[in-house]
Nanobody
């Protein structure tokens, strides 16, 4: 199955920026869509943003205008550019991939902490 690996998390002050990177070790033809989810401390995992194989994007309301999901098809890579970070953005961020054979694969997670 598709291997998915994300990176780029860290500690940042409010108002700062981070870019998360997700690499799928599989042909993009085997992936319907990829996305980013996050799980804040003590809360349920929630959708952040997704991008389909056709380039259609979807964002959770609280990140619209601040986060941008993008892709580099040739590199099998998806990015999440996070600007104007807020303390409530603190979470473990997970990349996922929904495959053409109806599997959902998850990365190991990368911690994003927004704090002064």
């Amino acid at each position: 199955q598709v291997q998915v690996v994300e990176s780029g998390g860290g500690l940042v002050q409010p108002g700062g920026s981070l870019r998360l990177t997700c690499v799928a070790f599989e042909s993009h033809l085997n992936i319907r869509r990829m996305g980013w989810f996050r799980q804040p401390p003590g809360k349920q995992r929630e959708l952040v943003a997704t991008i389909s194989s056709h380039g259609v994007t979807n964002y959770e309301d609280s990140v619209k205008g601040r986060f941008t999901i993008s892709r580099d098809t040739a590199k099998n890579t998806v990015y999440l550019q996070m600007n104007d970070l807020k303390p409530e953005d603190t979470a473990v961020y997970y990349c996922n991939a929904v495959t053409t054979y109806d599997s959902t694969l998850w990365g190991q997670g990368t911690q994003v902490t927004v704090s002064s």
